[in-house]
């Protein structure tokens, strides 16, 4: 039989809420439960699962109950106790808002998009890429200039049209050339990512819609990707959903690094993903 | 003991009140949910105007119930995070007040609801598919059990609202 790996974050996470959520969890539990901090579980969870995991909590409840009520369930207030819900009002609308009709309404055998549906996620369900062990790198103060927005997690398509709308800008900025970086950060529902490259000084006719973002000098850890770019989601859930919070790190906000290796018409190349080594000392 | 039933008029009253769904017995929700409403009120500042109450908002036995746990208030207040703010409506209730422990209140229970059938009168109550919905329908604890500790000395109000 081979060595089994300990629990991780999100495993604590899955296990506390399966086990808890007719008690109605707070962030703070679930938090207190895996011992992280509230932001820490909250990135992880979000980058190892594709999904927030207050919304994971929800869905989690209110698919127990959707299968209580179309199993003849008789009281719509005890199968809302049992899901956590401490208001008939609340319920309902949670309900509603999910499925689109009412507790009542599954009873009176109204049918629902079972997609909306959520089982619990299993280990294998994680769609994880293997890593290897970050380099360590200090690093200078620097400031970045580039297209920024807010994206789903699990919306990753849009990123690659952020760098399209961003092209038009290189060579514009005075930047450093040769070299481009994806920030990424911010974590809550959605997060923050920012297209853009590294500029000594940042350009007096800064077009509007670009924003700045300065990284201080510190340490990284340094991940190395190597696979195809459509595939960084693995990378990113195995960095913030094993590695960084089963090391005692801190998931704050990192970047990718793009060099002249990396050939975006392919998508190949390798890149490498920078996140500060924040949160050791925490452990 | 129960005393004779009545009925009464009572003004709206503000109140503020932890909600919860439970089942019976309540086992330590009402005396928790109480005490979370006394600790948050005190924090905000605001005291009790009278006894603290149960509103049964909606009974589906032998399942469950929607209570409100709380106190009334001066005035109306904000809701928050925790409390929610509601206004015990003005109207025609019936009373009856129970004197002794409080396992006996089912049976003081069915003693009002028997007296207003008999009366011919009628609850402000509508039937819902969660369960038996109630316009005002309410237990008031004027009775400290922990300065009190004589249990046959513990009143209770049975305080419901009659329909229009």
Avoid at chain 1, 21 to 37: K, M
Avoid at chain 1, 53 to 58: D, F, G, S
Avoid at chain 1, 196 to 219: M, S
Avoid at chain 2, 13 to 25: G, Q, S, T
């Amino acid at each position: 039989m081979g060595a089994k790996q300990p629990m991780s974050v999100i495993d604590k996470a899955i296990w506390f809420i399966e086990g808890n959520f007719n008690r109605s969890p707070s962030l703070d539990d679930i938090a207190r439960a895996t011992g992280v901090s509230r932001f820490s579980l909250s990135r992880s969870f979000s980058w190892g699962t594709g999904m927030p995991v207050m919304a994971y909590l929800r869905a989690r409840r209110l698919t127990e109950a959707w299968k209580a009520l179309r199993d003849g369930a008789p009281s719509i207030l005890a199968v809302a106790l049992e899901a956590g819900y401490s208001s008939h009002e609340g319920f309902t609308r949670a309900f509603r808002d999910h499925f689109g009709i009412t507790p009542d309404e599954v009873r009176s055998g109204c049918g629902i998009d079972e997609r909306l549906l959520t089982e619990p996620i299993k280990m294998e369900d994680w769609n994880m890429a293997d890593l290897e062990e970050p380099r360590r790198e200090t690093r200078d103060a620097f400031t970045l200039v580039g297209l920024g927005g807010r994206f789903e997690m699990g919306g990753g398509n849009a990123i690659p049209a952020l760098w399209q709308r961003f092209q038009p800008y290189e060579g514009t900025l005075g930047e450093v050339p040769g070299y481009w970086y994806g920030v990424c950060g911010d974590w809550r529902e959605d997060f923050f990512y920012m297209a853009g490259v590294e500029v000594k000084r940042i350009p007096a006719d800064l077009p509007p819609e670009l924003t700045t973002y300065r990284f201080p000098a510190q340490e990284y850890l340094v991940f190395r990707h190597e696979a195809h770019l459509s595939e960084l989601n693995r990378t990113f859930a195995a960095i913030f959903g094993r590695y960084i919070p089963d090391h005692g790190y801190e998931p704050v906000d990192c970047f990718e690094f793009y060099d002249e290796g990396f050939d975006p018409q392919t998508g190949l190349g390798g890149i490498e993903i920078w996140v500060p080594a924040k949160g050791k000392h925490q452990r | 003991m129960l005393s004779e039933p009545r009925i009464i008029d009572l003004p709206s009253r503000p109140y503020l009140a932890v909600r919860r769904i439970v089942k019976i017995p309540f086992g330590t929700v009402a005396s928790k949910a109480l005490a979370d409403v006394s600790r948050r009120m005190k924090k905000r500042g605001i005291a009790a105007a009278d006894a603290p109450l149960f509103r049964y908002n909606i009974i589906d036995m032998p399942n469950a119930l929607e209570v409100d746990f709380g106190v009334p208030t001066e005035r109306e207040e904000e809701p928050d995070d925790l409390l929610v703010a509601g206004v015990l409506p003005a109207g025609r209730y019936a009373m009856l007040t129970h004197t002794g422990p409080y396992r006996d209140l089912i049976a003081a229970n069915a003693a009002l609801l028997d007296w207003i059938k008999a009366e011919g009168l009628h609850l402000d109550m509508h039937p819902s598919p969660a369960g038996d919905v109630f316009g005002c329908r309410l237990e008031i604890y004027p009775t400290d059990p922990k300065i009190e500790k004589d249990r046959s000395k513990w009143v209770t109000e049975l305080v419901f609202k009659l329909a229009d």
